[in-house]
């Protein structure tokens, strides 16, 4: 499963889930959408391709595709790397207008995502350091940066990117 960021005012423009449906339906093959918009299609090597727009405004896609054997067989059919082509030609056009973004400028994204996980492991990391190592701390200042790691670690675990705020606020604490 990949979250993509959304550029602001899309999932408005595109009608939300069911939007995003019928925009699947431009791209894949069989699209299906249940009761809280989630879509699945398929298209060529696309065994199955289901997403939808979370509560934060991301796009949420699931993707299955041929591999192995099923690949080669499907590879060596006639027509078969044309198909794959038109696939991966397909992909990435849904995922621009889905999301707003080039694939440049969504590898972007992906990259200031992982800055922030990143940071935010590494201000976990010194808090827990500091809190060991200092004997000036007060039992108030050690709740705080306890209850603050807390919620950065939650959100890491969610796959929430914490906002440059928070993490500076636990480093501010030390």
Do not use: C
């Not at 939007?19 to 299906?32: R, S």
């Not at 027509?79 to 707003?100: I, N, P």
């Not at 080039?102 to 492991?121: T, Y």
Request: aromatic share 6%.
């Amino acid at each position: 499963m990949e979250k993509f960021s959304v550029k602001r005012g899309i999932v408005k423009q595109i009608g939300g889930n069911a939007g995003l449906a019928k925009l699947a339906t431009e791209y894949f093959d069989g699209v299906n959408a249940n009761s809280e918009g989630v879509f699945v299609a398929s298209f060529g090597i696309l065994t199955k391709v289901q997403g939808h727009f979370d509560s934060e405004g991301k796009l949420v896609v699931d993707v299955e595709q041929l591999k192995g054997d099923a690949l080669g067989e499907f590879l060596n059919a006639e027509g078969g790397r044309e198909q794959a082509m038109e696939s991966r030609k397909r992909w990435s056009g849904f995922l621009d207008e889905a999301t707003g973004y080039n694939a440049k400028q969504r590898g972007d994204k992906a990259k200031e995502e992982a800055k922030k996980f990143s940071k935010a492991k590494s201000a976990i990391k010194m808090a827990h350091k500091s809190m060991q190592m200092s004997t000036k701390l007060t039992d108030e200042i050690k709740e705080k940066a306890l209850a603050m790691i807390a919620e950065l670690e939650s959100m890491i675990e969610n796959g929430d990117a914490p906002s440059e705020g928070k993490v500076k606020k636990l480093n501010d604490l030390f």
